[in-house]
Each structure stands twice: as C-alpha cells, then as structure tokens.
C-alpha cells in the first residue's frame, strides 16, 4: 500500500491527481490537520468515488477531530427513504380500576426519512439565487440611488492684504507671518566670440659671418654672446657672438718695415633682435661693445641675411576681460527664466532673488596667442528662493479666518492670490535666503451651513418633502435636488446618507 501524504491547502481535486499517479492500486491517503478537504464531506466521497473509478482503494487517515468524523459518517451505511424504525415510547394506563399491575403498553412506529434524495448540488442551485437576490436588492435600495443637492446662499467680497517674509528654509507660521522658502539651485552657460585687440611683432634674426680683428700686442678672448654694434643713421643694431672666439695678437713687422699685421679671426653672429634692419651688407663694421675700436674691430664677411618682421593680432588680457564682462551681463538677463525652468510642480520663484557666480570660463585662446578673434564659454552658477503655492493658501487660510464675519466661511470660489515683491529698502529685504513679499486675496465668504444636518434630514425623505426641507432653511437663495436614477413614482432620497452630496456655491 502506498502512503500519500496531502499538505494542508491541497484539495480534493489535487488528492485525486495524485492517486491517478500512484503505481498502487491500495493507496493510505493521509490528511493533515487542517486540510481543506475537511471543508466539504463530500470532497471525500468524490476523493473514494474517483479512485474507485480508476479501480483503486483509498483508505483515508488523519488525526483531525472534524476529518475522523466526516470520514467515519462516510463508512457509516444508510438507510433507505423508505425504511421504518420502532421506538417503545411509554407504557400508558388507561383504566383506574384495573390492577396497577397491570398495565398495556403501547409500541408506536415512527417512520424514519432519509434526505439522501437532496443532493448537495442541489442545494448551492437554490441557495445561490437566493443569495443573488438579496444582493441585488441591497445593491437596488441602498447603493444605486444617488442625489445630488445644489444650494445656492448669501455672500460677500472679501479683500485683503498681509506682509509675509518668506525664509530658506523656514517653516510656515501664521503667527510671525513667515513662510517657507526652498533653494533652487540651476546653471546657465552661453558662449560669445570678440575681435582681438592686442599686437605683436614677429619674425626672425638675421645671421652672417664677421671678422674680428685684434690690435692688440696680446691675444684676446670674447665669450658667446659678446655685443657687435652696427651704427647707421644714429642708430645702433646689435649682434651677438654665436660662440666663443679667440683672437690672436698683431704681429709686428720687422725692420726696416714699419707695418704690423693684425690678429684675425671668423666668427659667426646673429641679430639680438628680429626685422630686415638687421641684414647688413659685406665689408660693413662692427665694433666690439664695451672695448675700443683702435684695439678691435670687426667687419662683415658675408651678408647678415633672413632677418624679417612683421605685425599680428594677438590676446589681450583686457580683450579677456571685456569678453567675460560682456557674457557675464548677458547671462544675468537668463537668471529668472533658467531657475523658473528648474521649480517643482507648485513652486513659485520670487523674482529678483537669483545670485549669480562664475563656476568655470574657457577661452580659445591665451593671452598673447595669436588670433583675429576670442571665444569665451562662460557657465554661471545660480541660486535663488522659491515658495509653495499650497503654502501661501494654507497660510493665508489661517490669516484670513480672523477677518471672516460671524455666521460665513470662506468660499473657496473665484478666488485671486497675488504676491508683489517689496525688494530692498530700510525695511524690506530680497536676496536668495529670504525675501519680503505683500500678499493680496480676492475672495467671498458665504453663509455658513451645515451640511451634515441637512444631509441627516433628507434621508429617505420623498422628493417633495425634500424640498419643503431645504425651502425651510434661511440664507438659502435658491437650490436644485438631482436625483439618479430617475424613476418616475419613486423619486425618493436614498437611504444611505453617503450617498448624498452637498453642494454649497456663492449667489
């Protein structure tokens, strides 16, 4: 026999699957506390009936008190509808002089009825319409009619004005009048370009060969870098030795000659500075700077060439910072617009309250790099203040409940809120931490009703009565009762207070 072990949520249709499956024609099918299968006593039979199909035997066990039970009620034979059973109801004397001894007794047959003929299928199909039935009756009278009560009642403007100081980070105070303010925080970037103002010269130097020439008894040595000057027209152009020469002494001629031979030597030079001045022609002289002619000398053995100049635009620093003023300007013009794009849903900004600091700048160029124009990307860094509109109503509605007359509320319809920004002055203040604003409501105050008073009244009232009702209550102007569905002869208030609704409006 093989043990099939149910948990507790499998059902009976779940049981049956797994004794089709079992290779076992005598199968334990054991039940734990709880089952679902207990729910219904005819989950075992089905459970029996199905297995006995499929020509299995199925042996329920469990140790549920409701499942021991069920399951011995199943096991239990019955008798038929039609069978009898005798009951010795009592011994019953119905002659005083006879013997008390004596006594007849009397056996009484009651039959006894089965109701196996009342199957449990039929009762869930009588039950169910039933059940249907009254829901539908519920649903009918106290779910579907609706009514929907429209008054219209006295009023009268009401117009005024408060000072509010809206702080970063405050919390909203009727009391002192302050509001709570948030920090937006955003970038704006934007790029322009500029001509260039500064000039520079450039070009090259001019080089060439010269030959120095010592006077001198002794030999001379000049270091790298030592100056030649070239003179012409009151002008002095300069060259510097490219390396360092030495320059041996004269020699004297001996006698009867009287002519000494001066020391000698080629070098190579260059132009201190750049430009075609610089290009000098052979056989021109040079004298040594610091020394003095009658002891050296220098002239020119091959033409000084390539020397050459010219003007370019380059780089300021005041084209630099006229570009970054210039941008910077501009970008303030986008401070509102750029944190407005920035608010949450329900914020307002307070214009004026944006601060702006440069977070970063890229130039095209450097200063003194050549270029005809200067581009500059520029990105600001911006914060300003900002207010909840469902704060200002909130608080508004807490300051205004001093100014309503005795008798009205606030009606809530057609209302106009506008806040003006004071700005800076002795008194006032406006920067991106707080800000001084007016606030001015335009609104109506009403009668004052109670709704739920009214709504107690018309419970169930006929459509006529409910108007005599509502007629009755004084400051009501006029009104108008919508009742659904709208069936004729049974216009009646529904009975479920829920399902009436009020609604109050200004005249």
Not at 416 to 443: C, F, H, M, R
């Amino acid at each position: 026999m093989e043990e099939i072990k149910l948990e507790m949520y499998e059902d009976a249709v779940s049981a049956i699957e797994r004794i089709v499956r079992s290779s076992d024609a005598n199968v334990l099918l054991i039940l734990p506390d709880g089952s679902v299968v207990f729910e219904n006593s005819l989950n075992l039979k089905l459970i029996k009936k199905e297995s006995e199909r499929v020509g299995k035997e199925v042996t329920f066990e469990t140790t549920d008190e409701i499942g021991k039970n069920l399951i011995e009620m199943m096991d239990t034979p019955r008798s038929s509808s039609r069978e009898f059973s005798t009951k010795d109801l009592s011994s019953l004397d119905y002659d005083g002089d006879r013997d008390t001894t004596e006594k007849k007794k009397f056996l009484v047959s009651l039959p006894k009825v089965s109701l196996k003929w009342i199957k449990p299928k039929l009762i869930f199909l009588l039950v169910i319409p039933i059940l249907v039935l009254i829901s539908g009756i519920y649903f009918v009278f106290w779910k579907v009619p609706k009514a929907n009560v429209k008054l219209v009642v006295s009023s009268q403007p009401l117009i005024k004005s408060v000072t509010v100081k809206i702080k970063k980070g405050g919390v909203n105070d009727s009391s002192t009048k302050i509001l709570a303010g948030t920090a937006v925080i955003a970038q704006v970037s934007d790029s322009n370009t500029a001509s260039t103002t500064g000039e520079k010269i450039i070009g090259k130097k001019a080089k060439g060969k010269v030959k120095i020439y010592n006077k001198t008894d002794a030999e001379k040595e000049f270091k790298k870098g030592t100056t030649l000057v070239y003179s012409k027209d009151s002008k002095k152009y300069k060259f510097a030795l490219a390396s360092a020469v030495t320059v041996p002494a004269r020699v004297d001629a001996l006698p009867p000659a009287t002519t000494s031979t001066w020391g000698e030597v080629d070098a190579n030079v260059e132009a201190v500075e750049i430009g075609e001045s610089y290009n000098i022609g052979n056989g021109k002289t040079l004298d040594l700077e610091d020394f003095k002619s009658s002891e050296y000398t220098a002239t020119v053995q091959e033409d000084l060439t390539g020397g050459e100049s010219k003007t370019i635009k380059v780089v300021s620093a005041t084209d630099q910072k006229a570009l970054s003023d210039a941008l910077y300007k501009l970008l303030l013009e986008k401070v509102d617009s750029t944190l407005e794009s920035n608010l949450a849903s329900g914020q307002k900004l307070i214009k004026g309250s944006g601060t702006a600091k440069i977070f970063s700048q890229e130039y095209s160029a450097l200063v003194d790099a050549e270029a005809d124009s200067l581009k500059l990307t520029q990105t600001l860094s911006l914060e300003g203040l900002a207010y909840s509109t469902d704060d200002v109503n909130k608080l508004l509605g807490s300051l205004l409940k001093d100014f309503v007359p005795d008798g009205y509320e606030l009606s809530g319809e057609e209302k106009q809120l506008s806040v003006e920004i004071l700005g800076n002055s002795d008194s006032t203040i406006l920067s991106s931490d707080e800000a001084d604003v007016q606030v001015t409501v335009k609104t109506f105050v009403r009668v004052k009703i109670n709704e739920d008073a009214i709504k107690k009244s018309l419970v169930s009232k006929k459509l006529n009565e409910a108007e005599k009702i509502i007629g009755g209550i004084k400051n009501i102007k006029n009104y108008e009762i919508t009742i659904s569905p709208n069936i004729p002869f049974l216009t009646r208030m529904p009975s479920n207070i829920s399902n009436i609704q009020i609604e109050v409006k200004k005249e």
